[in-house]
């Protein structure tokens, strides 16, 4: 239960890092605002033509009497228009990173010589090409456990009352561990950690994930919320995956050493 604390404490401190640094908070709101754009667009079209989509994708409809037919295809485009938002929410991250590829290892970068002992950062040796094929890549495995994962508490979503309370809860302890992964992602690839080896150290400590991911997901939700927090986010996820390498920090050192000189 404590790492629950832990990790919401690093989303906090992550938002903090960004505040104190305004010129790399300005920077890390470019990705988010195109990608905003370009969710939103997205979703209007989806929402203007997504009734004609159902149409021409149900012909057998076409002969069923009123009101059935309307009932079944207006029920079936409003089923297409929520997986696309449930789609928009699991990607709207992947798709933000890789867009802010440059901007986001940046940030990364300045969060890990600030709060670094000796004030350095490691840095990947590939080039840039490479990092995004790697970025890409991986956030593609990471959408299609995502959408299994999506598609099962869709299904568990007809259940009655599990349905309408346990599944809803899952879903966003399910959105916040893959969010932290994403998020994590800048840090830890920056360092050679491959995918498999991340998902282990996210499951190695689920509760510090929850802890920072949950919210960040609920948070998500309230739009245009998610453009204003991801350099933040980025921050905090720097700080987080140092934790799980075990990696110390200027805090934790100046700590050590005031208990040291105390006793």
């Given at each position: 239960?404590?790492?629950?604390?832990v990790?919401?404490?690093?989303?906090?401190?992550?938002?903090?890092?960004?505040?104190?640094?305004?010129?790399?908070?300005?920077?890390?709101?470019?990705?988010?605002?195109?990608?905003?754009?370009?969710?939103?667009?997205?979703?209007?079209?989806?929402?203007?033509?997504?009734?004609?989509?159902?149409?021409?994708?149900?012909?057998?409809?076409?002969?069923?009497?009123?009101?059935?037919?309307?009932?079944?295809r207006?029920?079936?485009?409003?089923?297409?228009?929520?997986?696309?938002?449930?789609?928009?929410?699991?990607?709207?991250?992947a798709?933000?990173?890789?867009?802010?590829?440059?901007?986001y290892?940046?940030?990364?970068?300045?969060?890990?010589?600030d709060?670094?002992?000796d004030?350095t950062?490691?840095?990947?040796?590939?080039?840039?090409?490479?990092?995004?094929?790697?970025?890409?890549?991986?956030?593609?495995?990471?959408?299609?456990?995502?959408?299994?994962?999506?598609?099962?508490?869709?299904?568990?979503?007809?259940?009655?009352?599990?349905?309408?309370?346990?599944?809803?809860?899952?879903?966003?302890?399910?959105?916040?561990?893959?969010?932290?992964?994403?998020?994590?992602?800048?840090?830890?690839?920056r360092?050679?950690?491959?995918?498999?080896?991340r998902?282990t150290?996210?499951?190695?400590?689920?509760?510090?994930?929850?802890?920072?991911?949950?919210p960040?997901?609920?948070?998500?939700?309230?739009?245009?919320?998610?453009?204003f927090?991801?350099?933040g986010?980025?921050?905090?996820?720097?700080?987080?995956?140092?934790?799980?390498l075990?990696?110390?920090?200027?805090?934790?050192?100046?700590?050590?050493?005031?208990?040291?000189?105390?006793s």
């Amino acid at each position: 239960m404590r790492d629950l604390g832990v990790g919401f404490g690093y989303l906090l401190k992550g938002q903090r890092w960004v505040g104190r640094h305004g010129k790399q908070y300005g920077f890390g709101l470019l990705p988010g605002l195109i990608a905003l754009v370009l969710y939103a667009a997205a979703l209007v079209a989806l929402a203007v033509w997504g009734e004609d989509g159902v149409a021409w994708a149900t012909p057998f409809a076409d002969d069923w009497s009123s009101p059935w037919q309307g009932l079944f295809r207006s029920f079936l485009t409003v089923v297409l228009f929520a997986l696309g938002l449930l789609l928009a929410v699991l990607t709207f991250t992947a798709v933000t990173l890789l867009i802010g590829q440059p901007f986001y290892e940046n940030l990364s970068e300045k969060v890990d010589e600030d709060v670094s002992p000796d004030g350095t950062a490691p840095r990947s040796d590939l080039p840039l090409w490479h990092e995004l094929w790697i970025s890409a890549r991986d956030s593609l495995r990471i959408l299609v456990r995502a959408m299994l994962w999506g598609i099962l508490l869709f299904g568990l979503g007809f259940l009655p009352v599990v349905g309408q309370t346990v599944v809803p809860v899952l879903g966003f302890f399910v959105t916040g561990f893959f969010l932290t992964e994403e998020l994590t992602a800048v840090a830890l690839q920056r360092r050679g950690v491959e995918l498999r080896a991340r998902l282990t150290l996210l499951h190695s400590r689920k509760s510090l994930v929850w802890g920072f991911g949950t919210p960040l997901g609920l948070a998500f939700l309230v739009p245009f919320v998610a453009v204003f927090l991801m350099p933040g986010a980025v921050a905090g996820a720097t700080l987080l995956a140092r934790d799980l390498l075990g990696e110390e920090s200027a805090e934790e050192e100046d700590a050590e050493d005031g208990v040291r000189v105390t006793s």
